[in-house]
């Protein structure tokens, strides 16, 4: 894979939730990502226990930390030629400018990866629902 597994993919967890099935694109991801991780100002607690119950494997996590420290002390920790935060926010789209990664907005990285966005597996289900109703 021509060098293409030299990024370090970061996801911040408001972006993740947002994923469908967040341990598949983690398994997806690690195909194209040498590390991996979560990244949220939320108490360290709350970021485990998504990731536990969704059976994700983190090579790193915000910790303590914000986001920003975290940012930079994963881009100090991982050195590969690419940092790319997955985020849902013009607020973390700044952050990743100010500490010098890439961003991706989330439908962005799901379109090109072909992950499925939760709001979507949901409007096919309320579609669904009132086709059901209509027979007679």
Do not use: C
């Amino acid at each position: 894979m021509n060098g293409g597994s030299d990024m370090t993919l970061a996801f911040e967890l408001e972006a993740l939730k947002e994923l469908a099935s967040p341990e598949s694109v983690f398994e997806d991801a690690r195909g194209w990502s040498e590390y991996i991780g979560v990244v949220s100002e939320k108490p360290t607690y709350v970021v485990t226990n998504y990731t536990r119950k969704n059976r994700i494997r983190q090579d790193f996590f915000s910790g303590p930390r914000g986001k920003r420290e975290s940012l930079e002390a994963v881009k100090d920790q991982f050195d590969t030629d690419r940092h790319v935060l997955i985020g849902a926010s013009s607020e973390d789209e700044q952050l990743a400018e100010d500490v010098d990664w890439e961003y991706l907005p989330v439908e962005d990285a799901a379109e090109a990866a072909d992950w499925v966005l939760a709001t979507n597996v949901e409007d096919e289900e309320d579609d669904a629902e009132p086709v059901r109703d209509d027979w007679p």
